[in-house]
């Protein structure tokens, strides 16, 4: 008996196993990170400007960030035929998405705070120094961006809510976390270019702290998107309408219905499905799984079939 079953076994690696595009990138900004972020962190307390040195804040937490997806990339494929992983190792990927969103949080907290202490308390601010390093900062930071490549994934475009979720299923949610802190990088060095432009020509000092505010807010913002869109593979959500649309339309026709329906994300941009199918004269698990649309990327199926009563 054991040896018919064997033709029916088959690898659950799914791709994983493979080095994923964002890896090597990662590491790559990993580096350019941790660089920038010593520099940052020493200009904005040498010369005192809370934009600059949240910046630089912001570079030590997201080098953090870019540890734990770098270290995903890296376990998911070590891992990937792992037999512990009943789908493969395609969820690490979403659960180091999940915790740079929480990191996201906490540094957009951590902004916040910092920003309110120096609106209430002021300092001296070396303005030429720290435009200087920002600009800098700034130029890493595009660079950065440009190396993880990650064009289309970069903002919550929420048009809707199915096509935001069939969106973000179809994502890296790992590359979309590196992404979003380099990002949020990016946008403190531009607040802080302004803020301290602003506080050099026309006195603004409070605009420094206040635009520290401003970014605290929109990384929240990125940090809630991220915590959505990964949390929803983490916790097996129905795939969109839409694909379990076109799923059912491939199964059904006028003598065989599904029954029962359930397809969720086990990794970026693959699927498992399980159907149950009623059917008058009801054909093989084989036909009906040979009937599901390759460009749904199904990958695993389990085809439970019963006569119609």
């Known amino acids: 008996m054991p040896s018919r079953l064997l033709p029916h076994k088959h690898p659950h690696t799914f791709g994983q196993e493979k080095q994923k595009p964002g890896e090597k990138r990662t590491l790559l900004v990993i580096v350019i990170t941790v660089t920038m972020m010593a520099i940052e962190i020493t200009a904005g307390t040498v010369f005192g400007s809370m ?63 910092e920003s309110i202490e120096r609106l209430l308390n002021p300092v001296e601010i070396q303005f030429n120094w720290a435009i200087g390093v920002a600009v800098v900062g700034l130029v890493v930071n595009g660079a950065s961006m440009l190396i993880l490549g990650d064009h289309h994934h970069g903002h919550d475009h929420h048009h809707g809510d199915e096509h935001s979720h069939d969106h973000h299923e179809h994502e890296d949610h790992n590359l979309r976390s590196a992404y979003l802190h380099v990002m949020a990088d990016a946008l403190t060095s531009v607040t802080a270019i302004f803020a301290l432009l602003a506080a050099k020509y026309f006195g603004w000092i409070w605009m420094d702290p206040i635009m520290g505010i401003v970014g605290s807010i929109l990384v929240a913002n990125w940090s809630i998107g991220l915590t959505r869109s990964s949390s929803h593979t983490l916790l097996d959500y129905q795939a969109p309408s839409k694909a379990t649309d076109a799923l059912r339309q491939a199964i059904e026709s006028e003598s065989e219905k599904v029954a029962d329906l359930h397809l969720w994300s086990i990794g970026p941009g693959i699927y498992s499905a399980m159907l149950t199918i009623v059917a008058e004269e009801p054909a093989s698990p084989e036909m009906y799984k040979a009937r599901i649309p390759h460009e749904l990327g199904i990958v695993h199926a389990t085809v439970e079939v019963h006569p119609l009563d």
Do not use: Q
Not at 66 to 75: P, Q, V
Not at 80 to 97: C, D, E, I, Q, R
């Open 51 to 113: 934009a600059l040195l949240a910046d630089g804040l912001h570079m030590a937490s997201h080098s953090a960030a870019l540890a734990i997806t770098a270290f995903a990339y890296i376990y998911a494929r070590k891992n990937a035929a792992n037999p512990k992983f009943s789908f493969g190792t395609g969820k690490v990927n979403a659960l180091a998405g999940f915790t740079g969103a929480l990191l996201l949080a906490g540094f957009a907290l951590m902004m916040a705070w």
